[in-house]
Every structure is written in C-alpha cells, then in structure tokens.
C-alpha cells in the first residue's frame, strides 16, 4: 500500500513538472496597454509558442482593449521579421480582429536555428491551434500576406485544415520548385542573396542584402569567369548552404512537394481562398499553380482571384497609380488591404461579399478602365488567336537595341494565321564561350512602354495591323518546334503589343523555360541533338488589355545566356555543376515554321 501510494506520488511529482516545463516552454506574457490615437491596445509581443518537436514560434499578439467578447483573429505567419510589425497587428486590430503575427522558427525571439521553408506546414499549424485555445478566441483564424508568407499559407493546409481556420488570403504567393527558385526547370540568381538576408540573424540582414552593386559584381564576376553555379558562394566569399542545397533538387521531387500542396493534397482544401496577383508580379507563377491545381484536384474549391497591372508589391497591399513608367486605369487603384479585410468580414462575420469579386475570377482590362469578371480562367476568353512563326520579313523596320540591322533598326518577321513550312526554319548560334555579349537582358524590367526592344541575337516576329479593338485576356499557349546540336537549352519568350505610334507595350514578364523539364516537372527529358522535337509551354503569366485598332502584336524569342539565371551548356550533365570549359562548340536553334501560339482574346 505504501509502495503504491509512493508510486502515485511519485507520478504526480512528474505530472507537476511537466505542466512546469509546458509553462516554461510557453510562458504566458500579460498584455501591456498601449494607446494610440484614442485607440487602447492590449499588446503582447514576446510570446513564444511550443511546437509538437519542441522548438518554439515567436508570436506578436494586439487586441482592441474594448473588445470583451471573443473575437476572430488574423493571422501573419512570415519569416521577414521586423521591429515594426507590432504595427501591423494593430491594423488588424483596428479592424476589428485579433492582430497576430508570427515568425518562422529561429526568427525574432525563436532560439532555434533559422530553417526557411521546412518546417512552415505543421509550425503554422500549431500557431493556429494555439490561437483557437486562447480566451480572447472565437475560434475563428484567417491568414493573409504576400510572397514567402502567400507560401505559408498553403504550407498550413497541405496535410488539413485546422477546425478553426476558415479562410486564407494568399497574395503573390511563393510556390517553392514551381515559381521559385526556379521557374519551369531556370534557376534565377536573384535568389542567392536571399538566404543572407532572412537568415544571417534574428531579424533581418538588410544591410547585406541591400548591397545591390556587390550582387551586380558577382553576377558579372560569375559570368565573366564561368565558373558552375553551384561555386557562386566560393566565388563571393559567404557560405549560402540553402541555396546549395536548393540547387540539389532541380526536379519537382519530394525535397519540394512536402512543402506545398501537390496533386492530391487540393483535393481536401474546402476552406474559401481570395489570392491577388499582378500581370508584373514575378509571383504569379506561384499564384496560378494554386488556382489551378485547386481548380483541378477539387470541383468545388471556392476559389477568388483579384489581378491587375499590378507589381509584387502592388498586388499585396495598395499599388502605386505609375507601374513600371505605366499610368494605370484609375478602376485599377484599389486599396487591395481594405479589400482583405472586407473578404475576412464576409468570411468570419457574415457580412457582404466584396464588390468587386463578382466571379471567381475578377480581372482589369488595361487601356479599357474596367474589371471583368470570368468564372474561371479558361472563360475569361471568347476566342483564339493562332499564329505561326514564319522565316518571312513582314517588311516592318523597328528600334531595337543590341540588334543586326543598320544603324540600330531591324525587321521583324511574320506571325503567320496559316500554318507554315514545318520544315522552315531560323538559326540562331549562341556562343557560351563568348562572355563580351549576352544574348538578351531581360532580367529587371524597368519599364513597361519603350521606344525599342532588347532582341539580341533573337527574332521578332509580328502580326499584320488590326482593323477592329479586342482584349486580349488570359495566357498564351502553344508549342515551340526546335531541333538544337545539344541535349538541352534554356529560352526566353516575350509578348508586346506594338501601338500603330510604333511603340511596344510589355503585356507580362517573360516567360523563361528549360526544355527538358517542360514536358514534366518530376523528371528531366533531355533532347535528341540534331532531331526536331515540340516544346509545349509551361505556366505562362496571364494578362488583360484592349488591343487598339492599328495595334500589332509582337513576339520575341531567344535563347538565354546572361549574367542573371543559370546557364545551360546543353551537356546534359548537373546545369548546376556544369562551367564555360562545356561550352566547346556553340549553340545552333532552329526554330521552325510550325511553331505556334494561341493567344485567348474576347471578341464582342
């Protein structure tokens, strides 16, 4: 008897110091007061949050001191952890909610080690259900935000949706080995810097990262010596393990699908969805995988795009009224925040939907001042455009920078409506070895109207004049036919509309693809040298605007070689590993006539 009640003693000492231990893993901060503009805050900032492995999530929490009942909450899961964002729960505050943010682990007050990516689907999770647990909790979360903190989003529902999370607000969303690092199989250099910035410490390194003339000089300095990407850290001094790392799994393997939803895992993501995205926004990528593969895996996913000529930046908050040198349509300028909270009003207090989602997919028409609104992204578009790539002049001259004609002017050649030669073709050489002459920089747009175009040692080809005013909505499709000497090449393809004042007005940003990998994002198929094969297009960025009577549409090809993604040598081998000593003979596309595009217009 004595034995046992030592025993149970014994259990309940160790039952005491476990609730001790949780008590220490998750202190309990009490809220300080804070007033602002008549406003009077409940703040707690130091909160840290257990994860089921024991690591712990620094979190910010900001309740309105009048609220008495319990009460939705809004959560920021982000890793750019910055002193300010006590201010941005505020604003979810001030609009009646639960403001928090959270950190990816290791940032802000987390003492664990900084680990992007990774650990995002259950550390979001368990943010959440601690969310739910809390007394000021109605049981109620939506998440929002942009770029990384769009990921974490998808992160958090991969596996399930936790009971009480009961929409997310994606904007420009990262989709980590979709549209980013690399997008269809290219890997872009502007993430290296990355990793130091998020991951040097707690915080953010903003003084490393915003060093724009060091990242210049070891792009140049990479170019220029061709060394393998994969040396870029030894060749700037600074180890970058993750982006090594990265550069293991060029493939969509299981290193990238654990960390998003993929295929299958749409299939139970019933929770409403409103993402943003802008025809500039290199994030779109990102946000069109999502849209499409929830579309496909789930029937019945409410699914909400907003899109417009919006950037990055502009699409995750409020965009400037001048886009990239482009005066917007002032339909366009909307407070894209204001909208969120309006959907989280809709979603979490039963009030109207916003206006503006009169569809599921809700889009501008640039140069008509108008929103459209499409049910899905196939029916934003009426009819097709099909063009053909013709080795013909059309006899048009053009400005064009880096180009082979006279005194800087060139010709472009014909986009055909009838199918063409398929066995025509133009020839373009790419010398890998040659370092004095990129073949096209396209990489930083700086503007979305110009007076000429960067072809380099590419081709134009055009359209005869319109006689009638039509939109031009969605993403072009189609299949490039090409025979290289090589086993593999990357290409870039643009599409303009050159107005009848013979100015090109950049519908998108380029869409840039691997040729072996577009076939299939799971396996690399590399190419038979010298044998003619078709190259279907990955995920093309949509776009929408009115095509002016007079206008011709213009597109540009070209194969890549600058100082600003991964080159490919065509060996074959790890693009990564490969180096300038691979180059050996140069490049030789044929691009044949039966090469085609289909372009989604809407014709009334």
């Known amino acids: 008897m004595k034995k046992s009640i030592s025993k149970a003693c014994s259990m309940a000492v160790l039952a005491l110091c476990f609730v001790a231990s949780c008590k220490e893993q998750t202190p309990v901060q009490t809220p300080r007061t804070v007033t602002e503009n008549g406003t009077t805050y409940l703040v707690q900032d130091s909160v ?4 089921q492995d024991g690591a712990k999530i620094h979190a910010i929490v900001v309740r309105n001191a009048q609220n008495e009942e319990p009460t939705p909450a809004v959560l920021f899961h982000t890793i750019y952890a910055r002193k300010s964002d006590l201010k941005r729960a505020k604003v979810a505050a001030d609009h009646g909610y639960v403001g928090v943010v959270s950190y990816t682990r290791g940032k802000g007050l987390s003492p664990d080690s900084i680990i992007p990516y990774k650990h995002e689907t259950t550390d979001t999770y368990a943010v959440i259900d601690w969310i739910s647990k809390q007394d000021w909790s109605n049981q109620k979360v939506g998440m929002y935000g942009g770029s990384y903190v769009g990921f974490t989003q998808w992160a958090a529902i991969k596996n399930k949706v936790h009971p009480a999370l009961k929409t997310i607000v994606p904007s420009v969303s990262a989709a980590p080995g979709i549209a980013e690092p690399m997008e269809n199989g290219v890997y872009f250099n502007f993430h290296f810097p990355w990793h130091h910035y998020v991951s040097n410490n707690k915080y953010l390194d903003t003084t490393l990262y915003y060093n724009g003339q060091r990242w210049q000089d070891l792009n140049m300095e990479w170019f220029q010596r061709g060394v393998a990407y994969n040396a870029m850290d030894s060749l700037d001094g600074l180890p970058n393990p993750q982006f090594r790392e990265r550069l293991l799994h060029p493939t969509i393997d299981t290193y990238w699908q654990d960390l998003i939803p993929y295929k299958a895992d749409f299939s139970h993501i019933n929770i409403p969805v409103l993402a943003t995205t802008g025809y500039y926004d290199g994030g779109q990528i990102g946000t069109q995988y999502y849209l499409r593969e929830h579309a496909k895996y789930n029937k019945n996913a409410e699914h909400y795009l907003v899109i417009g000529p919006y950037t990055h930046f502009g699409a ?44 599921k997919i809700n889009y501008e028409v640039m140069g008509a001042n108008k929103w459209e609104h499409a049910p899905s992204l196939g029916q934003m578009a009426n009819d097709t455009l099909n063009y053909y790539l013709s080795n013909q002049r059309s006899g048009v ?15 472009h050649y014909t986009l055909s409506e009838q199918p063409e030669d398929p066995n025509a073709y133009l020839e373009q050489t790419i010398d890998f070895s040659d370092r004095s002459n990129p073949t096209w920089n396209s990489s930083g747009w700086r503007t979305i109207i110009t007076d000429s175009l960067m072809v380099g040692h590419g081709f134009s080809f055009a359209t005869e004049p319109f006689d009638s005013d039509f939109e031009l909505n969605g993403s072009f499709g189609g299949e490039i036919s090409v025979s290289i000497n090589k086993k593999d090449f990357d290409y870039k393809v643009v599409l303009f509309e050159q107005t009848p004042d013979g100015k090109f007005f950049a519908l998108a940003l380029p869409y840039v693809g691997r040729a072996s990998y577009v076939r299939d994002r799971e396996h690399r198929q590399l190419l038979t040298p010298n044998e003619k094969t078709k190259l279907p297009f990955g995920i093309v960025r949509m776009t929408s605007k009115k095509i002016s009577k007079g206008s011709r549409l213009v597109v540009v090809i070209n194969g890549v070689k600058d100082p600003f993604t991964e080159i490919n040598y065509g060996t074959g081998k790890k693009v990564s590993e490969e180096t300038i000593k691979d180059a050996q003979e140069p490049l030789i596309i044929k691009w044949y006539g039966d090469s085609y595009l289909k372009i989604p217009v809407n014709k009334d």
């Open 48 to 51: 840290l949050i257990a994860t």
């Open 316 to 359: 995750q908050q409020k965009p400037d009224a001048r886009v990239l040198g482009y005066d917007i349509d002032s339909v366009a300028q909307i407070d894209i925040t204001e909208l969120i909270f309006e959907w989280f009003d809709y979603v979490m207090k039963g009030e109207a939907k916003p206006t503006l989602l009169q569809d």
């Open 397 to 411: 001259a053009f400005s064009s920078l880096f180009g082979t004609g006279n005194n800087g002017e060139d010709i």
